[in-house]
């Protein structure tokens, strides 16, 4: 297993105790991912982004509409944490979506105007809200309750995650 090229940044460690400042930093994270991702596959041809990152791994094109399907669950459970009461986390099959019949036609340019779109709505929704709703809770079957706090760290990390498993690539491969 390659964990270097599966996690460029490093595996996603979340903490308890988030500060003000701290959570500003992350949503700034979130909200420069957009960016990250579009920089990441900017000038690749079809064959490039039908390239896996890594050996077994996802095509690049599959980790760039992967990452809207992610965040879009992500921005719908913040919002359902805010309107109910730790209301269930449904959990998602991403394997299997990343390799439904869409992903290989969608241009990769669909699914970065969507993150633009939606990080834009997201980031919004985040510092629009008071420091008490972060910890506000959902229920995950797996990982039991998690926080609006946790959702942001976890996405914060997300994008630059799979951006960099792009730009990882990129710079094995010399492509410029
Ligand atoms: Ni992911």
Do not use: N
Not at 16 to 31: D, H, M, Q, W
Not at 34 to 63: F, I, M, N
Not at 71 to 97: G, N, Q, S
């Amino acid at each position: 297993m390659t964990d270097d090229r599966r996690y460029p940044t490093g595996k996603f460690s979340p903490k308890t105790g988030v500060t003000a400042a701290e959570r500003e930093a992350l949503i700034r994270r979130i909200e420069e991912e957009p960016a990250l991702l579009r920089k990441a596959v900017d000038g690749l041809s079809a064959s490039q982004l039908g390239t896996p990152y890594r050996e077994g791994g996802w095509t690049v094109r599959q980790v760039v509409h992967h990452v809207p399907d992610s965040h879009m669950h992500a921005y719908i459970r913040c919002k359902f944490a805010l309107t109910e009461e730790a209301p269930p986390v449904k959990p998602y099959d991403e394997k299997r979506w990343a390799e439904l019949a869409d992903v290989g036609v969608v241009p990769v340019a669909t699914s970065l105007a969507l993150m633009e779109a939606l990080h834009e709505r997201w980031v919004a929704f985040l510092r629009s809200l008071e420091p008490a709703a972060f910890a506000r809770t959902l229920h995950h079957p797996e990982h039991g309750t998690i926080t609006v706090d946790y959702l942001v760290q976890l996405y914060a990390w997300h994008g630059h995650h799979h951006a960099g498993q792009i730009t990882s690539l990129r710079g094995r491969m010399g492509w410029r």
